[in-house]
């Protein structure tokens, strides 16, 4: 799914972060199956929104957040189990956050949803910074 074809903004919010110690591929799968989820969920002309920032207990977060249908509360639960597939757009197999959820956790990170009624939905993962080499 492209952002140009919807017309979708994708707003980059980045601090200088920590570079982060893992397998480049695996962590892109993830980002790229979250901003997936995001984009094919948006409603056209609307804005996603990517923000990283340097948490002071050595942690890297970053937020993705959309503005489309959001996630059901009682559905939020179950987004990460593998086939689970809760409203909006229903294309995929239901598997990109079960996968994701086990690339981030073998990283010594965490992935969580969260989302208000019609509000849409935000993602935050939170990964341990890597130690620079120089220092
Ligand atoms: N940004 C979002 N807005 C609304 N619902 C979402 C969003 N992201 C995920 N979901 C819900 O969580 C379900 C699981 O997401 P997941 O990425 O695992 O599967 P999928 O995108 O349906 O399929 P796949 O990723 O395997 O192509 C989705 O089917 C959808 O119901
Ligand atoms: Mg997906």
Do not use: C
């Not at 984009?39 to 002309?45: G, I, R, Y």
């Not at 990460?80 to 995929?92: D, I, L, M, N």
């Not at 990170?109 to 120089?134: N, V």
């Amino acid at each position: 799914m492209q952002a140009e074809e919807k017309g979708v903004e994708i707003k980059i919010d980045a601090e200088p972060a920590s570079a982060v110690i893992g397998d480049a591929d695996r962590l892109e799968q993830v980002f790229g199956n979250i901003l997936d989820n995001a984009l094919k969920n948006s409603p056209a002309q609307s804005l996603v929104e990517i923000a990283a920032h340097n948490l002071k207990d050595e942690t890297v977060e970053v937020r993705i957040i959309d503005s489309g249908p959001g996630i059901p509360p009682e559905q939020l639960a179950y987004v990460f189990e593998r086939f689970y597939q809760a409203g909006g757009v229903r294309s995929g197999a239901g598997l990109g956050l079960a996968i994701a959820r086990e690339i981030i956790t073998a990283h010594g990170g965490t992935i969580e949803a969260q989302s208000e009624p019609r509000a849409g939905a935000e993602f935050i993962i939170r990964l341990p910074a890597g130690q620079s080499l120089q220092e």
